[in-house]
């Protein structure tokens, strides 16, 4: 079902998030920005969810019109069915320079249509990408899972489009909304962050571009949204966390017994 999470005008972002069946693979979230005839798809994921995303996709847009797939970074859980959206759409990619040479690996050589013109790769620095009248601002986000990520932000509804930070671990029981709850959540992105972020010192940057920015919206590839007080709250949390390499030491590299 999607969900969505701004509409005003010519201008909406919708969410796909029960697309994963929970025996499949680790539940994601997807999105689509549409402003007039112009629209990016975030994140779309792998061949496990290019039928069941095309098919919702189509329901708000002609597939073929799609402007352009935002790929936060690398993970099959992001772009891995690359050569279906480059196929069966017209849409160029937009992706960290670092990943556009890795990216294309995902598309038979001989597939037409998949060449160097339709990708859009952001210097380390990111990039405001055109979206008719509008725009999505690639933000910096590296090392925060990846060594090339970024977050896309919207300016119009002033929703963050996260990827990986932020996320959360949620069921099927769970009802896709935004928090603003922060300290009932922690439990479902803790672990996850501990692990999957790189260290302290780049969270804290990221943390104190985003609180610059002031979105009204935080929303993750994984999990819930969050707004209200819980964006203060998750950045400082963010912010002071220890996390990836702050965390490691000898015991962690030992040759196994």
């Given amino acids: 079902?999607?969900?969505?999470?701004?509409?005003?005008?010519?201008?909406?972002?919708?969410?796909?998030?029960?697309?994963?069946?929970?025996?499949?693979?680790?539940?994601?979230?997807?999105?689509?920005?549409?402003?007039?005839?112009?629209?990016?798809?975030?994140?779309?994921?792998?061949?496990?969810?290019?039928?069941?995303?095309?098919?919702?996709?189509?329901?708000?847009?002609?597939?073929?019109?799609?402007?352009?797939?935002?790929?936060?970074?690398?993970?099959?859980?992001?772009?891995?069915?690359?050569?279906?959206?480059?196929?069966?759409?017209?849409?160029?990619?937009?992706?960290?320079?670092?990943?556009?040479?890795?990216?294309?690996?995902?598309?038979?050589?001989?597939?037409?249509?998949?060449?160097?013109?339709?990708?859009?790769?952001?210097?380390?620095?990111?990039?405001?990408?055109?979206?008719?009248?509008?725009?999505?601002?690639?933000?910096?986000?590296?090392?925060?899972?990846?060594?090339?990520?970024?977050?896309?932000?919207d300016p119009v509804s002033r929703i963050l489009f996260s990827g990986d930070i932020g996320a959360s671990m949620i069921d099927s029981s769970v009802t896709y909304a935004p928090t603003e709850d922060f300290k009932a959540h922690l439990p479902r992105m803790a672990g996850f962050h501990k692990r999957y972020m790189a260290s302290n010192r780049v969270a804290r940057l990221w943390a104190a571009m985003i609180r610059e920015l002031n979105p009204v919206m935080i929303v993750p590839q994984h999990g819930l949204p969050m707004k209200g007080d819980a964006i203060s709250d998750f950045l400082d949390w963010l912010s002071e966390l220890p996390c990836g390499v702050d965390l490691m030491d000898s015991r962690d590299y030992q040759l196994p017994d």
């Fill in 1 to 153: 079902m999607a969900t969505t999470l701004f509409e005003h005008g010519n201008h909406r972002c919708i969410a796909f998030n029960d697309l994963v069946r929970g025996d499949d693979g680790v539940q994601a979230n997807q999105f689509l920005i549409q402003h007039g005839d112009h629209s990016a798809l975030l994140d779309p994921g792998g061949a496990l969810l290019y039928t069941p995303l095309s098919m919702a996709v189509s329901q708000f847009i002609p597939l073929k019109s799609l402007t352009y797939i935002l790929a936060s970074h690398q993970d099959p859980d992001i772009i891995g069915a690359v050569d279906r959206w480059l196929m069966y759409t017209d849409a160029k990619v937009v992706c960290s320079r670092l990943w556009g040479r890795f990216v294309p690996h995902s598309v038979p050589h001989y597939q037409q249509g998949s060449s160097n013109d339709r990708y859009v790769l952001l210097p380390d620095a990111g990039q405001r990408v055109p979206l008719g009248d509008s725009r999505i601002d690639a933000l910096p986000a590296h090392f925060l899972h990846s060594v090339g990520n970024f977050s896309f932000y």
